[in-house]
Every structure is written in structure tokens, then in C-alpha cells.
């Protein structure tokens, strides 16, 4: 949750400035139809703020090293889920109620239109912000 908070606005910037877009985060944008390698096609500035993000809520929320761990771990499978591409009845978007979290669809759609669903797995801000679509 906190994660996904810090990420979401450093993700609308890359997005609302162009120059941001073009030199950091266009590469992980080339490809409109996902599959899971798209987690790890950016440049090295996009996964610096990706992993920065992540040190961030991990420093703010105290955890200790397990849970760290457990973190790490819980992120990297919502990420290689989300970039999947699949929209199976198993997935955490299908299983949690519904809109809780944007899942591989909504994701897809970002890829697709560029211009809402900003959000790494849950939606709020996107609700929140006027930025969602289906």
C-alpha cells in the first residue's frame, strides 16, 4: 500500500513531462501487449526509482530484515503478475474484491493508452485522481 503510494507519483511524472518520458520510462513502454519480461525492460533510471521507491517504504515503515524479505518477494510476484498479460480466474485482481487491485487488464490498458492507471498493484489514487480507466 505505502509502496505503491510513493511509486504512483514518480510513475504520473514520468508520464505528464515528456522529456521525463522519452529519456526514462518509454522503454518499458515500446511493447503494448505484455508478457512478464516487461518487469525488467526499463532503464536503468526507471528501475533506480522503482527500487528507490521501495527503499523508501521499506525505511518509513521500519520493518525488520524477514519482513523485508517477505516484501521483496510478495513485490516481485505482483509485478511479474501484473506485466503478465493473462487475466486468469486464480489471479490476486480476481480473487480480492473487485478494483482493489488493477491487475495484468488494467495494466495493460496503461500500456495501451498511456494515459491513466498509473498504479504499480492498487487502484485508490487512480480512483482518487481522476485517472482510471478500464
Same mark, same amino acid.
Given at each position: 500500500?505505502?509502496?505503491?503510494?510513493?511509486?504512483?507519483?514518480?510513475?504520473?511524472?514520468?508520464?505528464?513531462?515528456?522529456?521525463?518520458?522519452?529519456?526514462?520510462?518509454?522503454?518499458?513502454?515500446?511493447?503494448?501487449?505484455?508478457?512478464?519480461?516487461?518487469?525488467?525492460?526499463?532503464?536503468?533510471?526507471?528501475?533506480? %526509482?522503482?527500487?528507490?521507491?521501495?527503499?523508501?517504504?521499506?525505511?518509513?515503515?521500519? %520493518?525488520?530484515?524477514?519482513?523485508?524479505?517477505?516484501?521483496?518477494?510478495?513485490?516481485?510476484?505482483?509485478?511479474?503478475?501484473?506485466?503478465?498479460?493473462?487475466?486468469?480466474?486464480?489471479?490476486?485482481?480476481?480473487? %480480492?474484491?473487485?478494483?482493489? %487491485?488493477?491487475?495484468?487488464?488494467?495494466?495493460?490498458?496503461?500500456?495501451?493508452?498511456?494515459?491513466?492507471?498509473?498504479?504499480?498493484?492498487?487502484?485508490?489514487?487512480?480512483?482518487?485522481?481522476?485517472?482510471?480507466?478500464?
Amino acid at each position: 500500500f505505502v509502496y505503491d503510494g510513493v511509486f504512483y507519483f514518480a510513475h504520473l511524472a514520468m508520464h505528464r513531462d515528456p522529456s521525463i518520458y522519452q529519456k526514462i520510462h518509454y522503454k518499458h513502454h515500446k511493447a503494448t501487449r505484455l508478457c512478464s519480461v516487461e518487469v525488467v525492460r526499463h532503464s536503468f533510471a526507471d528501475g533506480f %526509482l522503482q527500487v528507490l521507491a521501495n527503499i523508501i517504504t521499506l525505511n518509513v515503515l521500519g %520493518l525488520s530484515a524477514y519482513t523485508r524479505a517477505v516484501h521483496n518477494i510478495v513485490v516481485t510476484y505482483l509485478l511479474t503478475e501484473t506485466h503478465s498479460g493473462y487475466d486468469m480466474p486464480w489471479m490476486l485482481h480476481n480473487i %480480492l474484491p473487485r478494483g482493489v %487491485l488493477g491487475g495484468s487488464p488494467a495494466h495493460e490498458a496503461h500500456h495501451r493508452y498511456g494515459s491513466g492507471n498509473y498504479h504499480q498493484f492498487f487502484t485508490y489514487f487512480d480512483k482518487l485522481l481522476g485517472f482510471q480507466i478500464q
